[in-house]
Antibody, heavy 124, light 109 residues
Framework: EVQLLESGGGLVQPGGSLRLSCAASGFTFSSYAMSWVRQAPGKGLEWVSAISGSGGSTYYADSVKGRFTISRDNSKNTLYLQMNSLRAEDTAVYYC?????????????????WGQGTMVTVSS | EIVLTQSPGTLSLSPGERATLSCRASQSVSSSYLAWYQQKPGQAPRLLIYGASSRATGIPDRFSGSGSGTDFTLTISRLEPEDFAVYYCQQYGSSTGYTFGQGTKLEIK
Protein backbone atom coordinates (compact mmCIF):
# COMPACT_ATOMS: atom_id res chain seq x y z
CA GLU A 1 0.00 0.00 0.00
CA VAL A 2 1.29 3.43 -0.95
CA GLN A 3 1.73 5.54 2.17
CA LEU A 4 3.22 8.86 3.26
CA LEU A 5 3.72 9.65 6.94
CA GLU A 6 4.76 13.12 8.08
CA SER A 7 6.40 13.95 11.39
CA GLY A 8 8.34 16.72 13.08
CA GLY A 9 5.63 19.31 13.57
CA GLY A 10 5.19 21.22 16.81
CA LEU A 11 5.25 24.60 18.51
CA VAL A 12 8.14 26.93 17.69
CA GLN A 13 8.82 30.59 18.44
CA PRO A 14 8.96 33.22 15.70
CA GLY A 15 12.41 33.22 14.15
CA GLY A 16 12.97 29.59 15.10
CA SER A 17 13.59 26.49 13.02
CA LEU A 18 11.95 23.13 12.50
CA ARG A 19 12.61 20.12 10.26
CA LEU A 20 9.72 18.09 8.92
CA SER A 21 10.07 14.54 7.66
CA CYS A 22 7.88 12.45 5.37
CA ALA A 23 8.47 8.70 5.34
CA ALA A 24 7.33 6.95 2.17
CA SER A 25 6.45 3.30 1.71
CA GLY A 26 4.82 1.06 -0.87
CA PHE A 27 6.44 2.58 -3.94
CA THR A 28 9.85 3.22 -5.53
CA PHE A 29 10.48 6.50 -3.75
CA SER A 30 13.44 7.62 -5.88
CA SER A 31 11.26 7.57 -9.01
CA TYR A 32 8.76 10.08 -7.68
CA ALA A 33 8.90 13.85 -7.50
CA MET A 34 7.65 15.02 -4.11
CA SER A 35 6.04 18.19 -2.82
CA TRP A 36 5.05 19.90 0.41
CA VAL A 37 1.64 21.58 0.56
CA ARG A 38 0.39 23.50 3.59
CA GLN A 39 -2.97 24.61 4.93
CA ALA A 40 -3.33 27.36 7.52
CA PRO A 41 -6.13 26.82 10.08
CA GLY A 42 -9.49 27.33 8.39
CA LYS A 43 -7.84 28.36 5.13
CA GLY A 44 -7.15 26.89 1.70
CA LEU A 45 -4.26 24.92 0.27
CA GLU A 46 -0.89 26.44 -0.58
CA TRP A 47 1.90 24.65 -2.43
CA VAL A 48 5.23 25.19 -0.64
CA SER A 49 8.01 23.31 -2.39
CA ALA A 50 8.82 20.45 -4.74
CA ILE A 51 11.83 18.24 -5.48
CA SER A 52 12.63 15.91 -8.35
CA GLY A 53 13.09 12.17 -7.86
CA SER A 54 16.86 12.43 -7.90
CA GLY A 55 16.87 15.50 -5.68
CA GLY A 56 18.75 17.46 -8.29
CA SER A 57 15.99 20.01 -8.91
CA THR A 58 14.12 21.96 -6.28
CA TYR A 59 11.33 24.53 -6.48
CA TYR A 60 9.83 26.94 -3.95
CA ALA A 61 6.87 29.24 -3.53
CA ASP A 62 7.88 32.87 -3.25
CA SER A 63 6.48 32.96 0.30
CA VAL A 64 9.14 30.53 1.58
CA LYS A 65 12.05 31.07 -0.81
CA GLY A 66 15.29 31.66 1.07
CA ARG A 67 13.84 30.37 4.36
CA PHE A 68 12.80 26.77 3.61
CA THR A 69 14.90 23.98 2.09
CA ILE A 70 13.48 20.79 0.63
CA SER A 71 15.65 17.68 0.41
CA ARG A 72 15.35 13.90 0.25
CA ASP A 73 17.27 10.80 1.22
CA ASN A 74 16.35 8.10 -1.27
CA SER A 75 18.25 5.48 0.70
CA LYS A 76 15.88 6.13 3.60
CA ASN A 77 12.74 6.76 1.50
CA THR A 78 12.34 10.06 3.32
CA LEU A 79 11.50 13.61 2.29
CA TYR A 80 12.47 16.61 4.42
CA LEU A 81 11.54 20.25 4.79
CA GLN A 82 13.97 22.40 6.75
CA MET A 83 12.14 25.54 7.89
CA ASN A 84 14.16 28.50 9.17
CA SER A 85 13.22 32.05 10.18
CA LEU A 86 9.70 30.90 10.90
CA ARG A 87 6.87 33.44 11.02
CA ALA A 88 3.37 33.37 12.46
CA GLU A 89 2.00 33.08 8.93
CA ASP A 90 3.83 29.76 8.49
CA THR A 91 1.43 28.21 11.01
CA ALA A 92 -0.33 25.42 9.14
CA VAL A 93 -0.79 21.72 8.62
CA TYR A 94 2.01 20.57 6.32
CA TYR A 95 1.28 17.71 3.91
CA CYS A 96 3.71 15.82 1.76
CA UNK A 97 2.25 14.81 -1.58
CA UNK A 98 3.12 13.03 -4.79
CA UNK A 99 1.67 11.45 -7.92
CA UNK A 100 1.31 7.91 -9.14
CA UNK A 101 2.89 7.11 -12.52
CA UNK A 102 -0.42 7.19 -14.40
CA UNK A 103 -0.71 10.91 -13.64
CA UNK A 104 2.67 11.72 -15.19
CA UNK A 105 1.95 9.37 -18.08
CA UNK A 106 -1.09 11.51 -18.88
CA UNK A 107 1.23 14.49 -19.28
CA UNK A 108 -0.17 16.32 -16.30
CA UNK A 109 0.80 17.31 -12.78
CA UNK A 110 -1.51 16.67 -9.82
CA UNK A 111 -1.26 15.09 -6.38
CA UNK A 112 -3.00 11.78 -5.83
CA UNK A 113 -0.88 10.60 -2.90
CA TRP A 114 -1.09 12.56 0.35
CA GLY A 115 0.12 12.08 3.89
CA GLN A 116 -2.07 12.79 6.91
CA GLY A 117 -0.25 16.06 7.66
CA THR A 118 1.73 17.44 10.57
CA MET A 119 0.83 20.64 12.41
CA VAL A 120 3.32 23.49 12.73
CA THR A 121 2.48 26.34 15.10
CA VAL A 122 4.65 29.45 15.16
CA SER A 123 3.88 31.47 18.26
CA SER A 124 5.55 33.07 21.24
CA GLU B 1 1.09 34.89 -11.29
CA ILE B 2 -2.10 33.05 -12.19
CA VAL B 3 -4.95 33.46 -9.70
CA LEU B 4 -7.73 30.88 -9.54
CA THR B 5 -11.10 32.17 -8.37
CA GLN B 6 -13.73 29.62 -7.37
CA SER B 7 -17.45 30.28 -7.22
CA PRO B 8 -19.66 30.15 -5.42
CA GLY B 9 -17.92 30.34 -2.06
CA THR B 10 -20.63 28.17 -0.54
CA LEU B 11 -23.17 26.00 -2.37
CA SER B 12 -26.21 24.67 -0.50
CA LEU B 13 -27.88 21.69 -2.14
CA SER B 14 -29.78 18.54 -1.23
CA PRO B 15 -28.76 14.93 -1.83
CA GLY B 16 -29.80 13.85 -5.30
CA GLU B 17 -29.36 17.32 -6.79
CA ARG B 18 -26.78 18.35 -9.38
CA ALA B 19 -23.80 20.50 -8.29
CA THR B 20 -21.88 22.80 -10.59
CA LEU B 21 -18.67 24.36 -9.26
CA SER B 22 -16.71 26.98 -11.17
CA CYS B 23 -12.99 27.78 -11.31
CA ARG B 24 -11.89 30.84 -13.26
CA ALA B 25 -8.24 31.63 -13.98
CA SER B 26 -6.84 35.16 -14.27
CA GLN B 27 -5.14 34.11 -17.51
CA SER B 28 -5.32 31.12 -19.79
CA VAL B 29 -4.04 27.86 -18.31
CA SER B 30 -3.27 24.57 -19.96
CA SER B 31 -6.10 22.09 -19.55
CA SER B 32 -3.46 19.45 -19.02
CA TYR B 33 -2.53 21.07 -15.72
CA LEU B 34 -5.95 21.73 -14.19
CA ALA B 35 -7.06 19.47 -11.33
CA TRP B 36 -9.86 19.25 -8.77
CA TYR B 37 -9.68 17.99 -5.18
CA GLN B 38 -12.17 17.15 -2.47
CA GLN B 39 -11.36 17.73 1.19
CA LYS B 40 -13.36 16.67 4.21
CA PRO B 41 -12.75 18.03 7.74
CA GLY B 42 -9.62 16.63 9.34
CA GLN B 43 -8.58 14.79 6.19
CA ALA B 44 -6.02 15.32 3.47
CA PRO B 45 -7.30 16.40 0.07
CA ARG B 46 -8.31 13.70 -2.42
CA LEU B 47 -7.66 14.06 -6.14
CA LEU B 48 -10.88 13.85 -8.15
CA ILE B 49 -10.04 15.15 -11.63
CA TYR B 50 -6.75 15.73 -13.47
CA GLY B 51 -6.10 17.13 -16.90
CA ALA B 52 -9.36 19.10 -16.53
CA SER B 53 -11.58 16.12 -17.39
CA SER B 54 -9.97 12.80 -16.44
CA ARG B 55 -11.20 11.05 -13.31
CA ALA B 56 -8.57 9.85 -10.87
CA THR B 57 -8.44 6.18 -9.95
CA GLY B 58 -11.44 5.09 -7.90
CA ILE B 59 -13.46 8.28 -8.40
CA PRO B 60 -17.17 7.63 -9.13
CA ASP B 61 -18.47 8.63 -12.54
CA ARG B 62 -20.92 11.11 -11.03
CA PHE B 63 -17.90 13.45 -10.86
CA SER B 64 -16.94 15.10 -14.12
CA GLY B 65 -14.71 17.99 -15.15
CA SER B 66 -14.79 20.24 -18.17
CA GLY B 67 -13.53 23.53 -19.50
CA SER B 68 -10.57 25.16 -21.16
CA GLY B 69 -8.68 28.43 -21.28
CA THR B 70 -9.79 30.39 -18.23
CA ASP B 71 -13.07 28.68 -17.30
CA PHE B 72 -13.31 25.23 -15.76
CA THR B 73 -16.19 23.37 -14.15
CA LEU B 74 -16.57 20.45 -11.76
CA THR B 75 -19.97 18.79 -11.97
CA ILE B 76 -21.41 16.27 -9.55
CA SER B 77 -24.36 14.78 -11.35
CA ARG B 78 -26.31 13.46 -8.39
CA LEU B 79 -25.14 14.35 -4.91
CA GLU B 80 -24.55 11.60 -2.39
CA PRO B 81 -24.34 12.36 1.37
CA GLU B 82 -20.57 11.75 1.32
CA ASP B 83 -20.04 14.43 -1.36
CA PHE B 84 -20.59 17.34 1.02
CA ALA B 85 -17.11 18.76 1.51
CA VAL B 86 -14.81 21.54 0.32
CA TYR B 87 -13.61 21.45 -3.29
CA TYR B 88 -10.44 23.04 -4.65
CA CYS B 89 -9.21 23.58 -8.17
CA GLN B 90 -5.46 23.64 -8.84
CA GLN B 91 -3.25 24.53 -11.76
CA TYR B 92 0.44 24.11 -12.52
CA GLY B 93 2.61 26.72 -14.20
CA SER B 94 6.28 26.22 -15.01
CA SER B 95 7.24 29.62 -13.60
CA THR B 96 4.95 29.74 -10.57
CA GLY B 97 4.55 26.13 -9.51
CA TYR B 98 1.19 24.94 -8.24
CA THR B 99 -1.66 27.33 -7.46
CA PHE B 100 -4.90 26.46 -5.70
CA GLY B 101 -8.24 28.22 -5.75
CA GLN B 102 -9.69 29.40 -2.46
CA GLY B 103 -12.23 26.57 -2.35
CA THR B 104 -15.99 26.03 -2.62
CA LYS B 105 -17.81 24.60 0.37
CA LEU B 106 -20.62 22.25 -0.66
CA GLU B 107 -23.07 22.01 2.22
CA ILE B 108 -26.32 20.17 2.82
CA LYS B 109 -29.39 22.32 2.35
Amino acid sequence: EVQLLESGGGLVQPGGSLRLSCAASGFTFSSYAMSWVRQAPGKGLEWVSAISGSGGSTYYADSVKGRFTISRDNSKNTLYLQMNSLRAEDTAVYYCASSRPYIAAAGTLAFDIWGQGTMVTVSS
Amino acid sequence: EIVLTQSPGTLSLSPGERATLSCRASQSVSSSYLAWYQQKPGQAPRLLIYGASSRATGIPDRFSGSGSGTDFTLTISRLEPEDFAVYYCQQYGSSTGYTFGQGTKLEIK
